[in-house]
């Protein structure tokens, strides 16, 4: 686990556990984001919570895979905060999205 990844997700990850967990039951949170189709869960949706499982772990206890996950992460939050809507984005659809991936641009 490098120090840069580890210090570029706590940036781009700016909810905590219990505040994904809850937005994650919202349905706002399964309404956005890309779905595989057959009723299955978004790709946010399913980042999500890994963000989570991340977010409970020791930073010593973190694979190879949740590094490649972090990283896939940081990439989807700079991507997306770049593509920020004008106006008010409290309740849109690029918000919710975000959110998905643990980052609420309103905070």
Excluded: C
Excluded at 101 to 106: K, Q, S
């Amino acid at each position: 686990m490098t120090t840069d990844t580890y210090a570029e997700f706590k940036d781009a990850v700016n909810m905590t556990a219990s505040e994904l967990e809850k937005w994650l039951d919202t349905d706002e949170s399964q309404q956005v984001g890309q779905k595989p189709g057959n009723g299955a869960e978004s790709v946010g949706h399913d980042s999500g919570r890994k963000i989570i499982e991340i977010l409970h772990a020791r930073k010593a206890d973190l694979g190879d895979a949740d590094e490649a996950h972090m990283r896939k992460v940081i990439g989807y939050v700079h991507r997306h905060l770049a593509q920020r809507p004008s106006g008010d984005v409290t309740e849109t659809k690029w918000r919710y999205s975000l959110m998905n991936w643990g980052h609420d641009p309103l905070k």
